[in-house]
């Protein structure tokens, strides 16, 4: 159900969830200060309860609100990426709800650069926990539609439109002492990171290394996530995923690829990806969401070069192919 920024503001106001865009992807937001409106989105997305939630802010002035520490690192590194797709996770204030920080002594905030949520951030007057609006382990939402077919169409969604960023935050968590780790990556990279808060305790995110065993543990993180109801396969290269969907085909097996630039082509239903990291980004759950929608058998999507440029992409596909 389509609803204007007025009736979300209220709804958010009296306690409930509505599905909101940000510039990443959409998110299923309640009143952060609320653990009754919390626990309804727990219940929307079928999630573990331990699992924490990104509190969205509309200032930098806010931070304050929710943290012991504001250490110089997180200061530069909002100054320079807010409003934006980064989560900073900074220690928390004794009275932010055990619900939001999953039971973590740190709290994860972001300023969304969407305008839709920011007048709703300033009208509400609240700052909401939202993660991505969808059921747990399937694939995030960039479009209201995404959402109503996750979540249902009883759902209250403000359209911002299609997200331009379209992959999940980067989040970073800076220590009291200002020491600083990327804990899920996105796009802002490391080395943009790194620009502004110097090189100190970052991870070594080197291009041979496979995402998941260069993503730390973190809470919330799983293997599979991300996924379509597809089963997917992931390919290193264009050859061997054309070959693949023949020998699938002969055996009956339907599929249908998602490929990145130009180039040869399977003999089965295609979407291809500007080859690109931001293009690729922007358009990756929109392309998922459409094969998944075909509903044939197998899915078989082509990886793009591990490289740094790409890690975010790579993070997210193989999360999405893991099964
Ligand atoms: O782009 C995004 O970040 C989107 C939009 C809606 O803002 N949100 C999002 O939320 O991706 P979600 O719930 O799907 O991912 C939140 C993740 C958690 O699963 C966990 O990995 C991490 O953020 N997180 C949240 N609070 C944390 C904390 N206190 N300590 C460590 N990690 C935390
Ligand atoms: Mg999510």
Known sequence: MRVT?????????????VAIPTETVYGLAADASNDSALKKIFITKQRPADHPLIVHIGSIAQVQDWVTDFPETAQKLAQAFWPGALTLVLPAQPHVSRVVRGDEPTVALRVPNHPLALQLLQQSGLCVAAPSANLFTQLSPTTAAHVEAGLGAQIAVLDGGACNVGIESTIVSVTADGHWQILRPGMISEADIAKVAGADQQLKLVAHEAPPTITPKVPGQHALHYSPHTPLSLFNSRDALIASCASLQTSDTRCAALLIGEGA??????????????????QLYAKLHALDALKVDRLLVELPPATAPWLAVLDRLTRAGHQ
């Open 5 to 17: 920024l007025e009736q979300a503001v209220a709804e958010l106001k009296q306690g409930g969830v």
């Open 265 to 282: 082509t399977p003999p089965c239903e295609f979407l291809t990806l500007q080859n690109e990291p931001q293009k690729v980004a922007e």
